[in-house]
């Protein structure tokens, strides 16, 4: 998040939300029921630790190994809209 703040140039906020927030988060913005279920159940299984061993997944898709978080930040922050 410090990557990103810094890119847009003024300090950002994370407020975590709970499960049930997240869901009536998404219904509002008009995503369907069953895309809000399977958008917590996989950050259920983020917070459980489940996906925290890195793996060669960008490699296997895109043949090539992934750029670091803060270069990826530097490079696409002037396509954002930042306000």
Known sequence: MAAIAEAAGHPIRYEELTPEQYRDELLAQGAP????????????????????????????????????????VARTASAWRLE
């Not at 958008?39 to 750029?67: C, H, Q, S, T, W």
Request: glycine share 10%; hydrophobic share 50%; no cysteine.
């Open 33 to 72: 029921e069953e895309a809000a279920a399977e958008l917590n159940a996989l950050f259920a299984g983020m917070r459980a630790g489940l996906y925290a061993e890195p793996r060669d997944g960008v490699k296997r898709a895109l043949g090539r190994d992934p750029i670091d978080f803060a270069a990826y």
